[in-house]
């Protein structure tokens, strides 16, 4: 019978007598009562960074990430993770990652701290007068029309285009497919077409 | 990929070319070790001798930028030596096909095909065609004797690349080709397998397209394609960047790979009408030709109630391109350089290191009114205007820089490169204000479309009717906080009237009005169903009642014992673990491999039984139909007409290479590539200035340009700056040792790296001459570490040049100088 560590962690939390294992399991059993994960909360999650996929168990406790590491039940990587996915804790727990919105004004040689309100307000505001400044609702095409004698003639077509080319967005292959799916629904709602991202490069 | 991870665990063969797995994808590589115990062997082809090669079976080293002369010399081989698989050739690709007679290729106009026009640098492709019978259905010579068949010019095309020419070209020693020909090409028998695994390594070419197209007709010509331990594998390089692509994040794509309209498609019946591909094959199941199901329900998913029969489901709101406008990477930031641009969103994004010609980008966001950085760090392209040569006060760009959550801080699903979406779950809240994506643009939403409503503008329509049902709503009608499940849900889709199967009488109801939609057959034309995504649908459905993420499965049964794991998260389309897996039978139902039995006819229940099979139809023997789905004439394309540059791949050299002449022909790069012509757009070949070949790559320490992985100590304690690898017969000329700081220079900037001299390059002997390789991590930029000791970016040096087809970047073959700091 082969027990992962996870597995054994299960086991030894309980009160299943495993003399069918035929190993003594009580020296293990008081080490694992000491490990700091023990009251710990578990959340899968799968690693941020390249594609393979890779399965990570969370441990939190009191709000806080305590420890990350591989997931065995995961078939890709069975517990398996390479020096990034086993850094992830470090992604949660980081002393850089940004804590407010901040804004730096045109000319501006230092960042100010700002309100999430302020920023959003000021964006939409810059988004709809850059829309409605530079929004192009027709161009002319060229299309092939039949003449009353059955000849083609190419003739020159007004038809709607209703977009602006004065707004461009790229990302985010870091991002969730939900939120891809928002990005790209928000995005063409403004009427842009200049939308790429990562897979491009 | 066509296949999947652990999917590498049942070739006999694996090619790891234009890859470093054991680099970039550590964790797979454990599939690829568990095929080796086995017995299976690994070959790693690559300029460098990578991890990957320290494992590898077989090791051939070749010049940057030569895969195609490389693979065309295993095409020759394959076909010389009968080594094909040709039951499978000519019942499942076009091999037996019979071209258009005009049609010339190179091996008749030294390097070019039929129809070239210089001023346009592209091809009139009406000689690439296929002769018609009166059916309408293209000529076939099943005995691939015809001089006029694919299968003939495939041979004629390629009798060129000769071992010696190949040779010459790569700079792989002839032993070496052979030993890796024969090993590959032992894998065209029924009952042996071999797989592909590339990376940026063959998309970050001028002929990137092609390279990849070269290796699936040798995957075709083996038999490898659709089954168990085979295909072509994209080995990607960002966690969700299949579901990003699968979600059109991308200007010429919608959702699940619908193309965005232009100006020419102006209505939806045009839409549909030009974008929708027709067939007289009988046998074809030409899954394309539901177009118009999946169109209308992206529609009424997007625009909701607003979308009606009498407006064409609202297609009037989605922005169309100019005719031939393209908005790739490469044309925005020359946009963005000329100053077209008002506002810009990098939203997860640093392009002041990631694209290509890094100093190009970096002017280039100085030309903005505005830009909107979403990241977890603050990082050198939200900072560009305090970045090295900017002076800031000179530079009128507002700039707002916007927290937002890790992927353990919001809950949602990811779509690996096997096409798995896995559920993630929140472990914490985001530190400080940060925030979801998801509830920023839920923010924006809300604002620019109370703008609108408040003060009219221009065009309001697709504005205020874009839905966004996602959550409980203030008073004022606004979403409080984003219920991603209701976005996973949208993205399936659901049935908005009773739906009847009209086809059986009495008409059968296949979904209530208000419920899930269980798979995409169940997608309707005329309004009556929304699919955000119709690849998607499917993973969020309605099962005894009850509403099931497939995506946040976690059962472990493998009944197959390939590995499929069917049970475990979901994956597109329809759970099918591998594409095109009809082909990996023969035409009465049973395994080409009774050894690695993906699918099986069971001709007493008339069923499949395996994976999810390629639709429900019987075996092709009976009245079946034929295995590729996706295209047209129901088989895969050995002559693929689609591609710019031709319907055979050709060998052309990168646009900055060491050779004056491509011994190949008198075409010495590929003849269709856009060149940009500005002053900031510099390349030089041939160039005493520039002697050495370079390329870029990743180090399993870090991630792309650093920016999440830099901050994080225990990494940059293990790479901690930019370095650069050269030869110990280069560093000798050069004078240079180990660990010592230099410049590494090209046409259009310069960095700063360490230089590691090591045996893994080697001096290639080319056309007689000695080239000397370099190549350099990309991962590291000005801003972090703020000491400055990491260097800056790779990208400062690479070339804006990009592939014919997909317009990604030449980043991978370039020339530069390396002189000491």
């Known amino acids: 019978m082969g027990v992962s560590r996870r597995d054994f962690l299960k086991l030894s939390g309980t009160t299943v007598v495993l003399g069918s294992l035929g190993v003594n399991l009580d020296p293990a059993k008081a080490y694992a009562q000491g490990l700091r994960i023990k009251n710990a909360k578990q959340t899968t999650t799968v690693c941020p960074y390249c594609s393979v996929g890779c399965g990570i168990i969370v441990y939190t406790e009191n709000g806080k990430v305590i420890q990350c590491e591989g997931d065995p039940d995961h078939p890709i990587s069975e517990g398996t993770l390479c020096s990034k996915g086993s850094s992830i804790m470090q992604m949660a727990n980081n002393d850089t990652r940004l804590l407010k919105p901040r804004y730096r004004e045109p000319g501006g040689t230092a960042w100010k701290e700002v309100e999430w309100d302020w920023a959003l307000d000021r964006i939409a505001r810059l988004v709809k007068d850059a829309r409605d400044k530079n929004f192009k609702a027709f161009s002319t095409i060229k299309v092939k029309e039949v003449q009353p004698d059955g000849t083609e003639i190419e003739v020159e077509k007004q038809v709607p285009v209703n977009r602006t080319d004065a707004i461009a967005h790229i990302g985010s292959a870091a991002m969730d497919n939900e939120e891809c799916y928002l990005i790209q629904k928000l995005m063409r709602s403004w009427g842009l077409v200049y939308i790429e991202h990562q897979a491009r490069i | ?248 994040i991308l200007f010429h794509i919608l959702t699940g790979y619908n193309p965005v309209p232009n100006a020419s498609l102006f209505d939806l019946a045009t839409y549909n009408e030009k974008t929708t591909p027709t067939t007289k094959e009988p046998r074809s199941v030409n899954w394309w030709s539901n177009r118009p199901k999946y169109m209308v329900s992206y529609l009424k998913a997007i625009y909701g109630d607003a979308a009606t029969k009498e407006n064409e ?34 939203w997860g994004q640093n392009p002041a290191c990631s694209g290509a010609n890094s100093n190009k980008t970096r002017a280039a966001l100085a030309k903005l009114k505005w830009m909107v950085n979403v990241n977890l760090y603050d990082n050198e392209t939200g900072s560009f205007w305090r970045g090295p040569g900017m002076s800031p006060a000179d530079i009128q760009t507002e700039v707002f820089m916007l927290p937002c959550a890790s992927s353990v801080e919001k809950e949602g699903s990811i779509s690996n490169s096997g096409r798995w979406a896995q559920w993630r779950y929140k472990a914490v809240d985001p530190p400080g204000q940060a925030l979801p994506d998801g509830e920023i643009m839920n923010e924006l939403y809300f604002k620019v479309r109370e703008l609108y409503l408040k003060e009219g503008g221009a065009y309001p329509d697709p504005v205020v009717n874009l839905t966004w049902d996602y959550g409980e709503k203030d008073a004022s009608g606004k979403v409080k906080h984003i219920n991603i499940h209701a976005v996973a849900k949208e993205i399936n889709g659901y049935f908005l009237e009773d739906v009847y199967d009209t086809k059986v009488d009495p008409p059968k109801l296949i979904g209530k009005k208000g419920a899930l939609v269980t798979s995409f057959p169940s997608l309707q034309a005329d309004g009556t169903t929304s699919s955000g995504n119709w690849l998607y649908c499917n993973s969020y459905i309605l099962k005894d009642g009850k509403e099931v993420n497939m995506m946040a499965r976690r059962g472990k049964d493998d009944k197959t014992g390939l590995g499929l794991y069917p049970e475990w998260s979901w994956c597109w389309p329809v759970n099918r673990r591998i594409i095109y897996n009809r082909a990996s039978v023969d035409l ?61 791949p050709e060998h052309y050299e990168a646009l900055e290479c060491p050779l004056e002449e491509n011994s190949m022909s008198k075409q010495r790069i590929n003849p269709t590539i856009k060149i940009f012509g500005g002053e900031s757009d510099a390349f030089f070949s041939c160039d005493l200035r520039y002697p050495y070949v370079a390329t870029t790559y ?14 994080c100590s225990w990494l940059l304690e293990m790479q901690p700056q930019n370095f650069v690898e050269m030869s110990v017969e280069l560093a000798k000329e050069l004078g240079i040792k180990n660990g010592e700081k230099v410049v590494v220079v090209s046409g259009r900037g310069e960095v700063e790296a360490v230089a590691m001299i090591s045996e893994r390059f080697k001096p290639f002997k080319v056309a007689d001459s000695t080239v000397h390789q ?38 991978k073959a370039f020339m530069v100088n390396v002189r000491k700091a």
């Not at chain 2, 499949?608 to 034929?626: E, H, Q, S, Y």
């Not at chain 2, 990743?698 to 901050?711: L, P």
Request: glycine letters at 10%; a negative charge.
């Open chain 2, 1 to 248: 990929m066509t296949n999947h991870w652990i999917d590498l665990k049942n070739a006999d063969v694996i090619l790891a070319m234009g890859s470093n797995p054991a680099s970039n994808h550590p964790v797979s590589m454990k599939w690829i070790m568990r095929a080796r115990e086995r017995g299976a062997k690994l070959i790693s082809v690559d300029p460098r001798f990578t991890q990957t090669s320290a494992k590898a079976d077989l090791y051939a080293p070749l010049r940057s930028g030569t895969d195609i002369a490389f693979l065309g010399g295993m095409i020759n081989y394959i076909l010389e030596k009968d080594l094909y698989f040709r039951d499978y050739v000519v019942n499942y690709t076009n091999a037996a096909f019979l071209v258009n007679p005009e049609f010339k290729g190179p091996a008749d106009l030294d390097g070019l095909f039929s129809g070239y026009n210089a001023e346009k640098r592209s091809y009139d492709k009406a000689t690439w065609s296929f002769q018609k019978g009166e059916d309408g259905l293209p000529l076939k010579d099943p005995t691939l004797q015809d001089p006029n068949c694919v299968f003939q010019l495939l041979k004629k095309q390629y009798a060129r690349y000769t071992l010696d020419k190949v040779s010459s070209i790569t700079g792989t020693p002839k032993d070496k080709l052979v030993a890796v020909y024969e090993l590959y090409g032992s894998t065209g028998k029924p009952d042996r397998v071999g797989t592909e695994c590339y990376a940026m390594g063959w998309t970050q070419h001028t002929v990137g397209t092609q390279n990849i197209r070269t290796m699936a007709i040798i995957q075709l010509l083996l038999g490898n394609m659709g089954v168990a331990g085979g295909g072509v594998n994209a080995m990607r390089g960002e966690s969700n960047v299949q579901g990003s692509t699968d979600h059109g």
């Open chain 2, 313 to 346: 489901f609202g297609y009037a709101w989605l922005p169309k391109l100019d005719v031939g406008q393209n908005c790739s990477w490469l044309n925005l930031f020359d946009k963005m350089h000329q100053g077209q641009f008002e506002g810009f969103f990098a």
């Open chain 2, 588 to 648: 009465q139902g049973n395994p080409w491999d009774p050894k690695r039995p993906l699918l099986q006819w069971n001709a007493a229940d008339k069923k499949w039984v395996g994976d999810v099979p390629d639709g429900p139809a019987p075996p092709m023997g009976t009245d079946g139909k034929l295995p590729f789905i996706m295209k047209p004439d129901g088989v895969a394309s050995i002559f693929g007409p689609g591609l710019n540059e031709g319907p055979f």
């Open chain 2, 698 to 711: 990743r180090a399993s320490e870090h991630w792309q340009t650093g920016c999440m992985t830099r901050h």
């Open chain 2, 774 to 811: 370099i190549g350099l991590t990309w991962h590291f930029g000005w801003q972090f570490p703020e000491d400055g000791s990491g260097f800056d970016s790779a990208n400062l040096l690479t070339p804006n040049v990009g592939d014919a087809n997909t317009m990604i970047p030449e980043s």
